[in-house]
């Protein structure tokens, strides 16, 4: 028997294992088949969103530091009638908003450069640029920020340098604000640019051609072919930031929390899961929502995502 | 060194006598004779920086010169192993460390939740200050081990005049931005009741004049943070004054910092830590968790442990750090804890999430 009789033979064999395990028949569902691992992950998920929705339902019992047994609405309630969590969610979906519009303003020149220059070393260094960062974690982001934003920081140091008082630019909104852009703006450019490189430069010639200056071709062809990439971008980069934890924990000088601390204080200061999962329960709902509002303002094919059968 | 030798070869002692009677004893029940079988380690949750070090040479290292036990730390932050420790004695696991190192409040409130093993039956819990005592609670769920005190530290450049007298400093505007409390009020609630203008007696009844001192205080923009922001803000130069613990004005003061400390007229809070075993480890893992929590009370321990950290034990006798000597944050007897606010772990436990809540409402406003 030659070796390639052998490889052969051996090659039947798994086949015939394969058609056992999975025969003919089931063909047509191979696809799936594929996608099942990723579907027992997001299974698992919503597995543990339920959980977590069990645990909203019980208010803690202080004598025992124990959920009681009985359902209640309790956490819930506690969170509608505190001030403070209204706020705290209201300055986080604000930051949200700011971050996403920031990020998208600096994200697309960035990404129509990248795709459009006729130059590869440009092209190199904003890719290296691009990617640099998600070497570094965020949390050494965010201290290399308060390196350089600190009141013996480089910037404060070359005012004193230059005569001038030093500013405080960290621990507060803004600090957070501007560690958040620069911490998302990777992510964005990486959601556009697939976007921006299915625009047809010749799209871009026609309209040229037909008298419109750069200003009207980028606003009435480049920006609307670019929305799919926008949308994505913009949804992750607004959720992200919405659960984001470290950026304002270190920048903020802890008087900035976003909703994600009091999920942590909730579940590890105050020992309180029932408080915390309801507050994460609150959190995936209005981010949810919010995703779902933008899918039905721009469209369901918004993605580039079939939304019926042809 | 001999004082050294000799206090270890009485544990050694002491463990061997034990352990000859339990085995005898045991005779007839030969499963129950690996319940000395000595662990390769045990893991012990413990504070980083200072605190870490002193726990090292203090306790861990003379344990594994006597016991031949290698012990490991694990720094995980303290609310963070809190869920873990819980979770699995609920299902049955075998919790993530051996003992916790953890404050009083915390493992009152682990033993509240019934996952605390009884410390009763440690020999070295004789003679012990009454401090050692968990308040409120039956028995030995978790054993004090010191006292500490959150002081007033400051950046003495900021005071040419002297240390300040009253807790209003962290109210006047030259220091606007430049003050720093826990990120959760601890260490200072009780004081804020005092500072604005309320008494003792009104913890936890009345706790208004706090939260109007909080509101003050709050125009002054504080920055909130934990132990390891403080000692970097100081070292910064981000912060001028801050509510700290002790240890960490002293640690940072010996590592070059320009931090002092002081407690200001109104007094400052005493709390104590603790040690403690979870429920649900092997038997003989438990019974050399015990004998570690045992050696952490015997006078070599405390003597070497504590004053590394700077903090009164509650071995009775022991002679301050030199640097301590007359320092108030470094109370010894009854008319210094007098000096100094203390509140019961179990009022803490009932009325923290009260006054978290509270704190959070007006600092995250």
């Given at each position: 028997m030659t070796r390639q009789s052998v490889l052969w033979t051996l090659l039947d064999k798994v086949e015939s294992v394969a058609l056992t395990l999975?025969?003919?028949?089931f063909r047509g569902a191979t696809g799936y088949l594929f996608i099942a691992p990723a579907l027992l992950l997001v299974g698992i998920l919503l597995i543990g969103l339920g959980y977590m929705m069990e645990y909203s339902l019980h208010e803690l019992d202080?004598?025992?530091?124990r959920l009681k047994e009985a359902y209640s609405f309790g956490n819930y309630l506690f969170f509608a009638e505190q001030p403070v969590y209204l706020r705290i969610l209201l300055r986080t979906l604000l930051a949200a908003t700011l971050v996403t519009f920031f990020t998208l303003l600096l994200a697309f020149p960035y990404a129509y450069v990248m795709v459009r220059t006729q130059s590869a070393l440009v092209r190199k260094l904003l890719l290296v640029s691009l990617f640099l960062?998600?070497?570094?974690?965020q949390v050494v982001r965010a201290y290399g920020w308060l390196i350089i934003l600190?009141?013996?920081?480089i910037v404060n140091t070359l005012l004193v340098k230059m005569g001038l008082p030093t500013l405080d630019?960290?621990?507060?909104y803004g600090a957070v604000i501007f560690g958040l852009v620069q911490y998302m703006l990777p992510f964005a450019v990486l959601l556009i640019v697939p976007a921006v490189t299915a625009i047809s430069e010749d799209m871009e010639l026609a309209a040229e051609s037909l008298g419109a200056n750069w200003i009207r071709t980028f606003r009435h062809v480049v920006l609307p072919m670019a929305r799919p990439g926008l949308v994505g971008a913009g949804i992750v980069v607004f959720t992200l930031t919405m659960t984001d934890f470290a950026m304002p924990e270190i920048l903020g000088g802890?008087?900035?929390?976003?909703i994600a601390s009091a999920i942590y204080d909730s579940f590890f200061?105050?020992?309180n899961s029932g408080l915390g999962a309801a507050l994460s329960m609150v959190l995936v709902a209005i981010g949810s929502l919010l995703v779902a509002l933008v899918f039905w303002l721009t469209g369901a094919g918004t993605l580039s995502i079939r939304s019926e059968a042809p | 060194m001999m004082n050294k030798m000799n206090q270890i070869d009485s544990i050694k002692r002491r463990t061997a006598l034990k352990a000859g009677a339990a085995a005898a004893g045991m005779m007839a029940v030969p499963?129950?004779?690996?319940?000395?079988?000595?662990?390769?380690e045990l893991i012990v949750r413990a504070w980083g920086g200072a605190w870490g070090e002193a726990l090292k040479a203090g306790v861990a290292d003379p344990f594994t010169a006597a016991t031949g036990i290698k012990v490991r730390l694990d720094f995980t932050e303290d609310n963070e192993i809190k869920p873990k420790i819980w979770a699995a004695v609920d299902q049955g696991r075998i919790p993530p460390i051996h003992v916790n190192w953890d404050t009083s409040t915390n493992a009152t409130i682990s033993a509240l939740r019934g996952v605390t093993v009884d410390?009763?039956?440690?020999?070295?819990?004789?003679?012990?200050?009454?401090?050692?005592k968990p308040a409120g609670?039956?028995?030995?769920?978790l054993v004090n081990t010191y006292a500490y005190v959150y002081v007033c530290a400051y950046r003495s450049e900021a005071f040419p005049d002297g240390a300040?007298?009253?807790?209003?400093?962290?109210?006047?505007?030259?220091f606007k931005g430049r003050i720093a409390l826990y990120d959760d009020g601890i260490g200072f609630n009780p004081i804020s009741v005092i500072a604005g203008?309320?008494?003792?007696?009104?913890?936890?009844?009345?706790m208004e004049p706090g939260y109007e001192f909080y509101k003050k205080l709050k125009q002054n923009e504080p920055l909130l943070g934990e132990d390891s922001d403080f000692t970097t803000w100081f070292q910064k130069g981000e912060i001028d004054v801050a509510c700290t613990i002790s240890v960490n004005a002293r640690a940072a003061q010996q590592n070059g910092i320009d931090v002092k400390w002081t407690v200001p007229e109104e007094g400052c809070k005493v709390d104590t830590d603790g040690l403690w075993i979870p429920k649900g480890l092997p038997t003989n893992e438990e019974f050399w968790a015990k004998e570690f929590v045992n050696f952490a009370l015997s006078k070599e321990a405390q003597e070497k442990w504590c004053s590394m950290l700077g903090l009164p034990p509650v071995y009775p006798g022991i002679t301050p750090p030199e640097d301590l000597?007359?320092?108030?944050?470094?109370?010894?007897k009854a008319e210094d804890f007098a000096k100094l606010v203390s509140v019961p772990s179990p009022v803490l436990v009932e009325n923290q999430p009260i006054w978290f809540a509270k704190f959070n409402e007006i600092f995250q406003s």
């Amino acid at each position: 028997m030659t070796r390639q009789s052998v490889l052969w033979t051996l090659l039947d064999k798994v086949e015939s294992v394969a058609l056992t395990l999975w025969p003919m028949k089931f063909r047509g569902a191979t696809g799936y088949l594929f996608i099942a691992p990723a579907l027992l992950l997001v299974g698992i998920l919503l597995i543990g969103l339920g959980y977590m929705m069990e645990y909203s339902l019980h208010e803690l019992d202080t004598a025992t530091y124990r959920l009681k047994e009985a359902y209640s609405f309790g956490n819930y309630l506690f969170f509608a009638e505190q001030p403070v969590y209204l706020r705290i969610l209201l300055r986080t979906l604000l930051a949200a908003t700011l971050v996403t519009f920031f990020t998208l303003l600096l994200a697309f020149p960035y990404a129509y450069v990248m795709v459009r220059t006729q130059s590869a070393l440009v092209r190199k260094l904003l890719l290296v640029s691009l990617f640099l960062p998600f070497f570094i974690g965020q949390v050494v982001r965010a201290y290399g920020w308060l390196i350089i934003l600190g009141q013996q920081g480089i910037v404060n140091t070359l005012l004193v340098k230059m005569g001038l008082p030093t500013l405080d630019l960290i621990y507060n909104y803004g600090a957070v604000i501007f560690g958040l852009v620069q911490y998302m703006l990777p992510f964005a450019v990486l959601l556009i640019v697939p976007a921006v490189t299915a625009i047809s430069e010749d799209m871009e010639l026609a309209a040229e051609s037909l008298g419109a200056n750069w200003i009207r071709t980028f606003r009435h062809v480049v920006l609307p072919m670019a929305r799919p990439g926008l949308v994505g971008a913009g949804i992750v980069v607004f959720t992200l930031t919405m659960t984001d934890f470290a950026m304002p924990e270190i920048l903020g000088g802890g008087t900035t929390d976003f909703i994600a601390s009091a999920i942590y204080d909730s579940f590890f200061q105050l020992s309180n899961s029932g408080l915390g999962a309801a507050l994460s329960m609150v959190l995936v709902a209005i981010g949810s929502l919010l995703v779902a509002l933008v899918f039905w303002l721009t469209g369901a094919g918004t993605l580039s995502i079939r939304s019926e059968a042809p | 060194m001999m004082n050294k030798m000799n206090q270890i070869d009485s544990i050694k002692r002491r463990t061997a006598l034990k352990a000859g009677a339990a085995a005898a004893g045991m005779m007839a029940v030969p499963g129950l004779l690996q319940a000395n079988d000595k662990p390769k380690e045990l893991i012990v949750r413990a504070w980083g920086g200072a605190w870490g070090e002193a726990l090292k040479a203090g306790v861990a290292d003379p344990f594994t010169a006597a016991t031949g036990i290698k012990v490991r730390l694990d720094f995980t932050e303290d609310n963070e192993i809190k869920p873990k420790i819980w979770a699995a004695v609920d299902q049955g696991r075998i919790p993530p460390i051996h003992v916790n190192w953890d404050t009083s409040t915390n493992a009152t409130i682990s033993a509240l939740r019934g996952v605390t093993v009884d410390l009763s039956d440690l020999s070295n819990l004789e003679g012990l200050l009454p401090l050692a005592k968990p308040a409120g609670l039956e028995g030995y769920p978790l054993v004090n081990t010191y006292a500490y005190v959150y002081v007033c530290a400051y950046r003495s450049e900021a005071f040419p005049d002297g240390a300040p007298t009253s807790w209003n400093v962290l109210l006047d505007p030259k220091f606007k931005g430049r003050i720093a409390l826990y990120d959760d009020g601890i260490g200072f609630n009780p004081i804020s009741v005092i500072a604005g203008g309320g008494t003792f007696a009104d913890i936890p009844g009345n706790m208004e004049p706090g939260y109007e001192f909080y509101k003050k205080l709050k125009q002054n923009e504080p920055l909130l943070g934990e132990d390891s922001d403080f000692t970097t803000w100081f070292q910064k130069g981000e912060i001028d004054v801050a509510c700290t613990i002790s240890v960490n004005a002293r640690a940072a003061q010996q590592n070059g910092i320009d931090v002092k400390w002081t407690v200001p007229e109104e007094g400052c809070k005493v709390d104590t830590d603790g040690l403690w075993i979870p429920k649900g480890l092997p038997t003989n893992e438990e019974f050399w968790a015990k004998e570690f929590v045992n050696f952490a009370l015997s006078k070599e321990a405390q003597e070497k442990w504590c004053s590394m950290l700077g903090l009164p034990p509650v071995y009775p006798g022991i002679t301050p750090p030199e640097d301590l000597v007359g320092d108030p944050s470094y109370p010894t007897k009854a008319e210094d804890f007098a000096k100094l606010v203390s509140v019961p772990s179990p009022v803490l436990v009932e009325n923290q999430p009260i006054w978290f809540a509270k704190f959070n409402e007006i600092f995250q406003s």
